[in-house]
Every structure is written in structure tokens, then in C-alpha cells.
């Protein structure tokens, strides 16, 4: 069974950085296609940041530029280096691992990123 567990979250002014890591375990981590998505009180979940099966990253408009997702297939880790937060970056980052072959996939329990002054 798949494991993921999400740190790094917490309270940041404007402005300011994060950096979200999660790790998997319970299953072969090149098997699985990693993401970040999120969710804000009262609002769906987004996708956030992801890899395309091409091995590419993949960012919601929102966070061009600003964020980037990267993968250490050695230590089964994927991070999230959160730059320039802005208020509306508040939510629940959730990590997420979807099989690449078949249609199994997993969440993370998510982590609180609040950005406020």
C-alpha cells in the first residue's frame, strides 16, 4: 500500500518561501507519477504543480514562476520550493502518486500553507 506523507507546511508573510516535501514509500516510486495539488476552504481541489509522463513539470497558471516542483528518485521524494507567496496561495497542499500503468492512485493526509501578515 502506498504511503505518502506530506511536511514543510506552515505560517508565511507575503512574500516570503516554503518549501513542501513528501515522501513515498510502500510501493516502487518509478512507478508512479507524482503532483502537488491543493485546496482552499470552501474551493475544489487544483492541481498545483505536476510531471508529465514525458518526465516534464506541469504548473497551474497561478504558480508559474513562482513555484517548482522537482523529484529525487533516490531518496522517493517529491518537493514543492513555494517562491513570492501571496495570500491567495493559502490551502491544504496535498501530494498525490498516480500509477502510470492503470488507474491506481494516492493522497497525502495534505499540510497547511497559510501566507498572511
Known amino acids: 500500500q502506498v504511503q505518502l506523507v506530506e511536511s514543510g507546511g506552515g505560517l508565511v508573510q507575503p512574500g516570503g518561501s516554503l518549501t513542501l516535501s513528501c515522501a513515498f514509500s510502500?510501493?516502487?516510486?518509478?512507478?508512479?507519477?507524482m503532483g502537488w495539488y491543493r485546496q482552499a476552504p470552501g474551493k475544489q481541489r487544483e492541481l498545483v504543480a505536476d510531471?508529465?509522463?514525458?518526465?516534464?513539470?506541469n504548473y497551474a497558471d497561478s504558480v508559474k514562476g513562482r513555484f517548482t516542483i522537482s523529484r529525487d528518485n533516490a531518496k522517493n521524494t517529491v518537493s514543492l520550493q513555494m517562491n513570492s507567496l501571496k495570500p491567495e496561495d493559502t490551502a491544504v497542499y496535498y501530494c498525490?502518486?498516480?500509477?502510470?500503468?492503470?488507474?491506481?492512485?494516492?493522497w497525502g493526509q495534505g499540510t497547511q500553507v497559510t501566507v498572511s501578515s
Open positions: 510502500g510501493s516502487i516510486f518509478s512507478w508512479y507519477a
Open positions: 510531471f508529465r509522463s514525458t518526465g516534464r513539470p
Open positions: 498525490k502518486a498516480e500509477a502510470i500503468i492503470g488507474s491506481r492512485y494516492y
